[in-house]
């Protein structure tokens, strides 16, 4: 039996209510598995209104649970120990406050479909749940299919087909015994082609998918994954991802602007399939980091027509999925549904173990500081939107 009922990320996909996410961001910050946290490191949560909570939860976990100091990657991260007890604490807590179990998308239909970039295996996971949830992925594991290459920094064209050695002809008959002719055999039956890798019905459809990259460079690990040899950063895991999911080849790119570094690729669209895109957004604070959630979710909704109704879905890993909800929310508004990817369903890597404590609460951290600013601002996207004066 679950230690903790289960506590819903604020609700956004059926149009944006400031009151409810208000409503559900003060029910997720004073919940229970919150305040046990908060216990088990010594603390006792206070009594207030959502936004005193936030403030509060804030400097708690930035003492307590802030393993990165806001100055390393997330895989750069020693992890630290913890006893049985707090550990199985904190994973009871991460998977009520919504961290952990994956579920499936809320609506069946989107406008639009974002993959926020990651780590190289999150890159190659989510491209792929992608395609599955759109029924462009084969349902049985894909490790033998031929590995994507990434891209370079430039655009690339459609690769040339390699040359394909001739098929050796059959070897000539040995000649007859000169006292009886053979009997001629049977012809032999052409052997069946085999058969394609079943693909699952669309879960959900949508006219376009938006990959979200950056341009940070992949470590020696994560270029040792299928697919992954020849990239170089983020941008190009994303689209080694893409190529392998979708079954895309060439891409146009658009030309950067002037400024911080940028990338706009858009692959060749093929039948009813979706539009497929390629992003790396330039940074909100260049000189002090790196392009982060909220920038990729801006330097994309600064290329669409963004409508206050257009029901956009977000694909990342479940772990990361009420930080990158909620700044969607406040950064884009619209009908916001946000889901990890199933390792189940998601069979471009075989599953790793499980993930240590100290990332959820770094991740709950992070939600946290996302909601202390969505509560700042619910109902007015930091982008302008089509219809609006934002």
């Given amino acids: 039996m679950a230690r903790f009922a289960p506590v819903p990320v604020p609700r956004c996909h059926d149009g944006l ?9 003060a029910a997720w910050v004073s919940s229970a598995p919150m305040r046990a946290l908060v216990a088990a490191f010594g603390g006792r949560l206070p009594e207030g209104a959502a936004g005193e909570l936030l403030d509060w939860l804030d400097a708690f976990s930035g003492a307590h649970w802030d393993f990165r100091r806001g100055r390393v990657e997330r895989y750069e991260v020693p992890p630290p120990e913890f006893d049985e007890a707090t550990a199985g604490l904190i994973m009871d807590a991460a998977t009520a406050l919504r961290l952990v179990t994956p579920a499936p998308p809320l609506l069946a239909e989107y406008d639009h479909v974002l993959i926020p970039g990651g ?3 999150a890159c190659l996971q989510r491209t792929h749940y992608t395609a599955f949830l759109l029924g462009a992925a084969p349902t049985a594991p894909t490790a033998t299919a031929p590995t994507a290459t990434a891209p370079k920094a430039a655009p690339a064209g459609p690769k040339a087909a ?11 008959a040995p000649k007859a015994a000169p006292k009886a002719a053979p009997k001629a055999a049977p012809a032999a039956a052409p052997k069946a082609a085999p058969a394609a890798a079943p693909r699952a019905a669309p879960a959900v459809t949508a006219p376009e998918v938006t990959a979200l990259g950056s341009f940070r460079p992949l470590t020696a690990a994560e270029r040792a994954l ?5 990239a170089r950063d983020e941008l190009a895991a994303m689209h080694a991802g893409l190529r392998r999911a979708f079954g895309v080849t060439a891409f146009v790119a658009e030309e950067a602007p002037d400024g911080e570094p940028s990338a706009v690729h858009h692959y060749a669209r093929t039948g009813d399939a979706p539009a497929i895109h390629v992003l790396a957004a330039p940074s909100g604070d260049p000189g002090r980091r790196r392009a982060n959630t909220p920038d990729t979710y801006r330097f994309w909704a600064e290329r669409v027509h963004l409508r206050p109704d257009d029901r956009i879905l977000v694909v990342t890993s479940p772990i990361y999925v009420p930080f990158q909800h909620c700044e969607a929310i406040r950064t884009l508004g619209c009908r916001i549904d946000t889901v990890g990817f ?3 369903r998601s069979t471009a890597l075989p599953p790793v173990g499980p993930t240590a404590p100290d990332r959820y609460l770094q991740e709950i951290r992070s939600t946290i500081r996302s909601m202390r600013a969505l509560l700042r601002s619910p109902g007015t996207p930091t982008v302008p939107r089509a219809g609006t004066a934002c």
């Fill in 119 to 121: 780590l190289g295996r």
């Fill in 342 to 344: 199933d390792v189940t």
């Fill in 226 to 230: 299928p697919g992954l040899g020849d």
């Fill in 162 to 172: 390699p040359k394909v050695a001739p098929a050796a002809g059959p070897k000539a």
């Fill in 17 to 25: 209510d400031a009151g409810r996410v208000a409503a559900d961001v």
